[in-house]
């Protein structure tokens, strides 16, 4: 099993900044991709970004590719997502979510997810 905790939403204005965390405990995560994703009021759970735990490979959407930047720090066991740029429809509750090995943009096929942390970008 592997536990994650997303923090660090809140309200920002546009144009501001914020980094979310999620914090992985349980089962070693070497062998996992950490992904982020977003789900905004009547839409669907989106991939926003993604990290290849060992490798490092990042995979970002396209929304968001140069505003943010996925990152992880092995001695803490957390995964960050640092958003820059931020625009009113990034508005959204953001999930940190893990599955073993392989990439993938697909949230159906992940398969540990935290409780979600809102982010809300005024204009």
């Known amino acids: 099993q592997v536990q994650l905790v997303e923090s660090g939403g809140g309200l920002v204005q546009a144009g501001g900044s914020l980094r979310l965390s999620c914090a992985v405990s349980g089962r070693t995560a070497s062998s996992y991709v950490m992904g982020w994703f977003r789900q905004a009021p009547g839409k669907e759970r989106e991939f926003v970004a993604a990290?290849?735990?060992?490798?490092?490979?990042?995979y970002y959407a396209d929304s968001v590719k140069g505003r943010f930047t996925i990152s992880r720090d092995n001695a803490k066991n957390t995964v960050y997502l640092q958003m820059n740029s931020l625009k009113p429809e990034d508005t959204a509750v953001y999930y940190c979510?893990?599955?073993?090995?392989?990439?993938?943009?697909?949230?159906?096929?992940?398969?540990?997810w935290g409780q979600g942390t809102q982010v809300t970008v005024s204009s």
């Open positions: 979510a893990a599955k073993r090995v392989i990439f993938t943009r697909v949230p159906e096929l992940y398969d540990y």
């Open positions: 990290i290849n735990w060992s490798a490092a490979t990042t």
